[in-house]
């Protein structure tokens, strides 16, 4: 009877025996996430971010021109027709071509706009025809935003909550620091990028702080185990040993997540370039401050406690 050999996975990025000193690098570490979230933080606050439709409000409208699409004709016509338009620019193809207008106020005034754009555009390239139009009143923008700023927030509350259940108030202090440092990052890239900051966005910072926790867990249940198995093991080491222990298994899971993420960001167009080009940065910058952020503070937290508490009550 054949006997059949164990599965071994073959794709190995380090070897299992791999002792990289991690925590040498920590203050390097620390001090450059610290640099970059300050200058992402003054980003932010100049230029600040560019708002999408959701957030500033006004009015989209993609149209498809017979042939490519001329913008100086199009602005010409809209000035014409007494519509200012804050934005022109081809979308996708040479002939489909993308209008932002500022809010116009009263509903009555936003479909006397769309009128007026539609004559504008028909008189500038005849032939041409309206794709879609969508507008949102300042009212409903301004609540989209709170709504936003409001999920990002009881995103992070509830992380800080399931942490410190699951293990001690170090990690879920550190972890959560290490987050909002990935956040303003992420929004220093928006800022760099200039993608619109919108709906959609919102819903990729949310899911990278999903992913960034997650490799963070992995990291600490290894750290856990680690602390009751090697009890007399300093606690810098025994944190390097945990990340190195689970080096393959995070390199695996970004890669394969970076890799589905990919193709979004270079074919996925104009509606999904954007949400894969920021996932794409938040996969890097997560799988690294799990290393280089999230291990050092808890490190700086939890040097004396922790090992502490991984003691076995003294019999008296």
Do not use: C
Not at 43 to 67: C, I, N
Not at 189 to 212: H, K, N, W
Not at 254 to 261: D, G, K, M
């Amino acid at each position: 009877m054949a006997v059949i050999p164990a599965f071994r996975p073959v794709l190995r990025f380090v070897r299992d025996d791999t002792r990289i000193g991690f925590m040498k690098g920590r203050f390097a570490g620390l001090a450059t996430s610290a640099a970059l979230s300050i200058a992402s933080v003054v980003l932010f606050l100049h230029p600040g971010l560019k708002l999408g439709l959701d957030f500033s409000g006004g009015v989209t409208v993609e149209a498809r021109t017979a042939g490519p699409a001329d913008t100086a004709k199009l602005r010409t016509a809209l000035a014409a027709a007494g519509v200012q338009a804050a934005g022109i620019q081809r979308f996708g193809a040479a002939d489909d071509v993308l209008i932002r207008l500022d809010p116009a106020g009263s509903e009555a005034a936003t479909q006397a706009q769309q009128a007026k754009v539609k004559s504008a555009i028909e008189t500038a390239q005849p032939g041409s025809t309206i794709l879609r139009i969508d507008a949102v009143g300042p009212s409903v923008s301004a609540e989209l935003f709170r709504n936003g700023l409001l999920a990002l927030g009881i995103s992070l509350l509830m992380i800080l909550a399931y942490i410190w259940f699951r293990f001690e108030w170090e990690f879920a202090l550190s972890a959560v620091i290490t987050l909002v440092l990935d956040l303003t990052k992420t929004v220093g890239f928006l800022v760099i990028t200039r993608f619109e900051f919108d709906l959609v966005m919102v819903a990729a910072i949310l899911t990278i702080l999903g992913y960034s926790t997650n490799d963070k867990v992995v990291v600490y249940d290894r750290v856990r185990e680690n602390l009751r198995k090697y009890r007399s093991m300093p606690l810098r080491e025994l944190i390097d040993l945990s990340i190195n222990e689970t080096l393959n298994r995070t390199l695996g899971t970004s890669t394969t997540v970076f890799l589905a993420a990919l193709p979004l960001a270079l074919f996925g167009g104009e509606s999904l370039s954007g949400f894969a080009w920021v996932m794409l940065f938040g996969i890097v910058v997560g799988t690294s401050s799990s290393i280089f952020i999230a291990a050092p503070l808890l490190l700086l937290m939890g040097e004396g406690r922790l090992k502490r508490a991984a003691q076995p009550p003294k019999v008296r």
